[in-house]
């Protein structure tokens, strides 16, 4: 076998296996969807979590307007939500938005 299933998010076990479509624990009895388990990466593939914060790495132009978030700008407080843009969040000079998460990078510390 050479694919990793995740471990458990419960109990921390690596002895999980697939049945139909979820991953369930064999030690704790725990079972969860695979998908819950997507994680949102950053342009350069670190993971994302809410509450993170993040740079644009390019300019990019909001929509309906003719405002544009500036390559380089920090975004705090980043939120992971469904759907093309990924990540919803409050842009200095901007306001509420989403973002794209392959167009911003996080600030590690
Ligand atoms: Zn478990």
């Known amino acids: 076998m050479t694919r990793t299933l995740p471990a458990c998010p419960d109990c921390a076990s690596t002895f999980t296996y697939e049945m139909d479509a979820l991953l369930v624990c064999p030690e704790c009895g725990h079972e969860w969807t695979p998908q819950a388990e997507a994680r949102v990466r ?24 003719s405002s544009v978030v500036k390559v380089g700008t920090k975004v705090r407080g980043i ?24 167009f911003v990078k996080k600030v590690s510390g």
Request: charged share 30%; proline share 2%; glycine share 14%.
């Open 42 to 65: 950053d342009a350069v593939g670190n993971i994302l979590s809410d509450g993170d914060t993040v740079t644009v790495i390019k300019d990019l132009k909001v929509r309906g307007t």
């Open 79 to 102: 939120r992971l939500v469904e759907g093309d843009h990924d990540i919803d969040c409050k842009v200095p000079g901007i306001g509420q938005m989403g973002l794209k998460s392959q």
